[in-house]
C-alpha cells in the first residue's frame, strides 16, 4: 500500500538517526530541514493502527514546523548551504557538457542561441552583414519568446553603433530600424514561464516599442457571435480576476468586441451533394468529389474569367489528395499539392519495393 507523506519523514528521520545519530551539526540540520520544509502533511488513516495517534502526531510536526523560529533558521541555513552547493556542481557540469559538445561538433539548439547571441554582441561586422540580409523579421506568438531569442531578434533590427565593441544588455535600449520588427502576441497566452518567456519580458518589449514604433491592441473578434462575447466580457471583466493594469503574473482584462457581417446572405457560397456510396468508401467519395470540382474549375477557365492560380481546395486532411491531382492532371489542369505526403502513390511503394530488393537480394 506504500507509506503516506508523515510516515516517510518519519522513516527518514528514524534511519538518519540510526545510522548517524544527532551529534554531527550537518544531520541535526538535515532533520530540521526535512520537518520544516516538508509540503503539506497529510496522513492516510487506513495505515495507521492508531489514527488518533496519527492526527496528534501530524498536528505535532505541523505545529513544529510553522512555530519554531529557531528551527526554521536552522533548516533555512541548511538549505541555502545545500543549494548553493549543488548549483556550483550543476554549473561546473553544464559548462564541462557544454564544452565537450562543441568539440564534438553536436550542438542543441540552446547552443545554438547562445552562440548567435554571444557573436551579434561581440562582432559588429557580423551584426551589420546579418542585419543587411535579415531585414524585416515578423514574430507570431511573442509570448512564447525567451530573453534570449528578444535580444537576437533586437541586435538583428538594430544598427551596431560605430567603432568598439557592444557591451552585453545593450540591446534593451537599441532601437530597431523604422518597420524592420513586427511582433505579435497575446500575454494572456503566456505558458512557458519556466523557460524565462515572461509577462515581464513581453512588457518590457511593449513599452519600448511605445518609445520608438507603435502598440496595437487588437480586441475584434472573427470567430464568436455576440451572446458569447458579451457573455465572456461579463464574466471575466468584473470582480479581481484580472487585474486593470497587468502585473508580472497576470496579464490585464481586455473586453471582446464582435464583428458583425454586412452580408444578408453567404454571396459566393456553392454546395452540392455526393452520391451515397456503399460503405462510406472515402476513396470513391474523393473520386466524385475531384471529378465534380475539376469540371466546374474547366468550365471556369474556359470562359476567361480566372486563371489556374485563383482556385485553392481544402480538404479536411490529407490522406485522399493524390485523388485530385490525378483528376486535374486527366482535364490537364495545373496543380500543385502541398501539405501531404507521396509515401502512398503506387510508382513511389513500387520504387520503394525495388530499393529494398536491392539492398537486401
Not at 116 to 143: H, N, P, T
Not at 173 to 181: E, K, S, T, V
Not at 196 to 225: C, H, P
Not at 309 to 332: C, H, N, P
Request: glycine share 6%; proline share 4%; charged share 30%.
Amino acid at each position: 500500500m506504500g507509506w503516506d507523506s508523515l510516515q516517510k519523514v518519519i522513516r527518514q528521520l528514524h534511519y538518519t538517526h540510526e545510522i548517524s545519530g544527532w551529534d554531527e551539526p550537518s544531520t541535526l540540520l538535515d532533520a530540521l530541514s526535512r520537518l520544516c520544509s516538508p509540503p503539506k502533511i497529510k496522513i492516510v488513516q487506513n495505515r495507521w493502527k492508531d489514527k488518533k495517534c496519527a492526527k496528534d502526531f501530524r498536528d505535532r510536526v505541523q505545529k513544529f514546523a510553522d512555530e519554531n523560529e529557531r528551527a526554521k533558521r536552522g533548516a533555512e541555513f541548511q538549505n541555502a548551504h545545500r543549494y548553493q552547493l549543488a548549483m556550483r556542481i550543476a554549473i561546473r557540469g553544464a559548462e564541462e557538457f557544454a564544452d565537450y559538445r562543441r568539440r564534438i561538433g553536436r550542438l542543441d539548439y540552446q547552443d545554438l542561441l547562445g552562440l548567435s547571441a554571444e557573436l551579434l554582441r561581440r562582432s559588429m561586422d557580423a551584426r551589420s552583414q546579418l542585419g543587411d540580409k535579415y531585414r524585416r523579421i515578423l514574430v507570431d506568438e511573442f509570448q512564447d519568446t525567451d530573453p534570449l531569442q528578444t535580444e537576437i531578434l533586437f541586435l538583428l533590427t538594430s544598427e551596431p553603433a560605430v567603432g568598439g565593441e557592444a557591451a552585453e544588455g545593450d540591446w534593451r535600449r537599441d532601437d530597431p530600424r523604422p518597420g524592420a520588427l513586427f511582433l505579435v502576441g497575446d500575454p494572456k497566452q503566456s505558458i512557458y514561464r519556466f523557460r524565462r518567456a515572461d509577462i515581464s519580458l513581453y512588457s518590457f518589449v511593449k513599452d519600448r516599442f511605445a518609445d520608438f514604433g507603435s502598440v496595437l491592441t487588437l480586441t475584434m473578434n472573427f470567430r464568436s457571435r455576440a451572446p458569447i462575447t458579451d457573455f465572456v466580457n461579463d464574466v471575466f471583466g468584473k470582480g479581481d480576476l484580472f487585474p486593470e493594469e497587468g502585473n508580472e503574473e497576470q496579464a490585464p482584462f481586455q473586453p471582446l468586441n464582435t464583428w458583425v457581417s454586412d452580408f444578408s446572405a453567404a454571396d459566393g457560397v456553392q454546395s452540392y451533394k455526393l452520391s451515397q456510396q456503399e460503405g462510406n468508401n472515402r476513396k470513391l467519395i474523393a473520386e466524385e468529389d475531384a471529378a465534380r470540382l475539376a469540371t466546374w474549375i474547366n468550365s471556369r477557365l474556359s470562359t476567361d474569367e480566372c486563371v489556374p492560380g485563383d482556385f485553392m481546395i481544402l480538404t479536411r486532411d490529407t490522406k485522399q489528395l493524390s485523388v485530385y491531382a490525378r483528376e486535374f492532371e486527366k482535364w490537364g489542369l495545373p496543380v500543385q499539392v502541398t501539405g501531404a505526403g507521396v509515401s502512398g502513390e503506387k510508382e513511389l511503394q513500387e520504387l520503394q519495393m525495388l530499393l529494398e530488393c536491392m539492398i537486401d537480394p
